[in-house]
């Protein structure tokens, strides 16, 4: 399994993009990048996944590079509610349901 | 449309007790996901379920088992618990070939 790596905490000031990075230099062709976040006492919580193009949607974007073995996490206007932790996952169709969590980034949003 | 919902929310137990935790997946999900997530660390992979049979297993012991019924629901079973069972037991729910996992909120388990 891909592994992945990212920053152990981040700050944010309320209102401002929060870039969120991770590096998966082990990935291989058919492994998909998920991002995942957990609120304090809350089960995670999806957010956007990407194979090679970025993609957007309600929540984030998701920006991978051109070689694959890093991407960024954009919360383009981050809020209070956005504090949690945020999981950057390398996950293969052939992985079934499981998903490996590393240690995440502690993503502080402040006022 | 009902998320996943977990029972209980929290349970302590003794060394050597039994436990059985319960999942209720989100409407017309057939897979399930359990996780073990100890104090400041990530969710870790236990094993999944489809069509009621084991889909995939983590590194975990024979003494953590599953069941998973036809309406999709499903239980996780812990023998002879260790004190390094304490945990947040974590359920997710999906359909098969889906990417994305929908999580509930977890049993908050104590072993004293």
């Known amino acids: 399994d891909a592994k992945t790596t990212q920053p152990p905490s981040m700050d944010c000031a309320e209102g401002r993009a929060a870039n969120l990075p991770c590096n998966h230099s082990?990935?291989?062709?058919?492994?998909?990048v998920y991002w995942y976040r957990q609120i304090h006492s809350q089960g995670p919580q999806y957010i956007i996944h990407g194979l090679k193009n970025n993609e957007t949607n309600e929540m984030a974007s998701l920006i991978i590079t051109e070689d694959r073995k890093s991407s960024t996490l954009i919360l383009p206007h981050a809020t209070l509610r956005d504090t949690a932790v945020y999981y950057c996952i390398v996950h293969g169709s052939s992985n079934t349901g499981k998903l490996i969590f590393g240690q995440g980034t502690t993503l502080q949003v402040k006022p | 449309e009902t998320g996943v919902t977990q029972s209980p929310t929290h349970l302590i137990k003794t060394r050597g007790q039994q436990v059985t935790l319960r999942c209720s997946s989100q409407?017309?999900?057939?897979?399930v996901s359990w996780y073990q997530q100890a104090l400041g660390q990530g969710p870790q992979f236990i094993f999944q379920y489809y069509r009621e049979e084991e889909n995939g297993r983590g590194n975990f012991p024979p003494r953590f088992s599953g069941l998973q019924f036809p309406n999709y629901s499903s239980e996780l079973n812990v023998n002879a618990l260790e004190l390094d069972d304490s945990a947040l037991y974590l359920c997710?729910?999906?359909?098969?070939?889906?990417?994305?996992?929908?999580f509930g909120p977890g049993t908050r388990l104590t072993v004293l």
């Open positions: 997710a729910s999906s359909l098969q070939g889906s990417r994305e996992q929908f």
């Open positions: 409407s017309g999900h057939n897979t």
């Open positions: 082990t990935i291989s062709g058919n492994e998909y």
